[in-house]
């Protein structure tokens, strides 16, 4: 049963809600629910873009390493950039567990490229 409201008025427990793939749910039935899952992360913002970048630079850079040894160099060029991505995540979201782990990361990537970089010269 639909219920309409005012303008004034906010939605109630009985309000339904049309998902984008055409299925109705309640206000209700959305909070109380197991069987409808929300997202813990933001969408469409600058975090949500740098992330999914991010994750896609590391799983080229697995890519590479999956390779072989010789494409040793591009799989940590690649890692550094999708670590340094998640670093700007955590620090959007505030989250000390992916500043420090990705900070830490990033150092040991660093020094890796360094020492490739001096071998040339």
Known sequence: MKKEFKITDGPSQDTIVKTKTGKEFTIGEIQNSNRVYKSATPKQDLSWYIKWTASLFILTAVLFRA???QYQFMDQVFSLIGTIGWTWVGILWKDRAL????SVLVFILSSAILGHLLQWI
């Open 99 to 102: 500043i420090i782990l990705n």
């Open 67 to 69: 390779q072989g040894p």
